[in-house]
């Protein structure tokens, strides 16, 4: 019998993820809350010395077990930052919304996250944001990003390719691996640089 590529990266897929998944899961609450504040400052540090003037970035609200935004969130707010937070759509497309400190949120009906109550936003409002942070597993040293496997950012990514945006994802420190830790397919969308609580990873 002939195996089938495309089958044998999938299961090689989901071992990777559980296995970061594993080890998400059995961080304690303190270290995850430093962390957050580590990568919080990180993320600033960067923001603060590209070029340009950044006044609107486009992340996303931590779910638990991932590296902690909550902190990142309101201190970009804090700096005079815009922020626009994703939320799902049918076809596994992506709208945004705009983020303030104590804005109402609501558990997605398509996925298993929380997204912020407001007026949504399409493509056009990146033509004017430096920077998307997207949530991974893991991203290898040339950018390649293993995601939770929904499939979100991997559709909505070429959709603003002619964007000035630079797209960012944010990994624990131990995440940044080495190319081929984990398989890749060819619709797999690479990212410009990585955040870990520790430092900036500049891919392109």
């Known amino acids: 019998m002939t195996e089938n590529p495309a089958m044998n990266h999938d299961t090689e897929k989901k071992a990777v993820r559980a296995?970061?998944?594993?080890?998400r899961a059995s961080m304690d609450t303190r270290t995850r809350a430093e962390l957050g504040d580590k990568l919080a400052g990180t993320v600033l540090g960067y923001l603060a010395q590209s070029t340009g003037i950044v006044r609107k970035v486009a992340a996303y609200t931590s779910s638990p077990g991932e590296p902690d935004t909550a902190k990142l969130l309101d201190a970009m707010v804090d700096e005079g930052i815009e922020v626009f937070l994703p939320v799902c759509e049918p076809g596994f497309a992506l709208s945004?919304?705009?983020?303030?400190p104590g804005i109402e949120f609501q558990r997605s009906t398509l996925a298993p996250v929380m997204e912020p109550v407001g007026p949504r936003l399409g493509t056009q409002l990146f033509d004017d944001i430096n920077t998307l942070i997207i949530p991974a597993l893991a991203i290898d040293e040339q950018g390649l990003r293993l995601g939770q496997g929904g499939g979100y950012y991997d559709r909505f990514l070429p959709l603003i390719e002619d964007s000035p945006v630079r797209v960012a994802a944010i990994v624990y420190d131990n995440e940044f691996v080495p190319a081929g830790t984990f398989p890749v397919a060819e619709h797999d969308q690479p990212v410009d640089l990585v955040f870990t609580p520790a430092q900036v990873h500049q891919i392109i």
């Not at 296995?19 to 080890?23: D, E």
């Not at 945004?96 to 303030?100: D, I, N, Q």
């Open 19 to 23: 296995s970061i998944r594993a080890a």
């Open 96 to 100: 945004w919304a705009a983020y303030v």
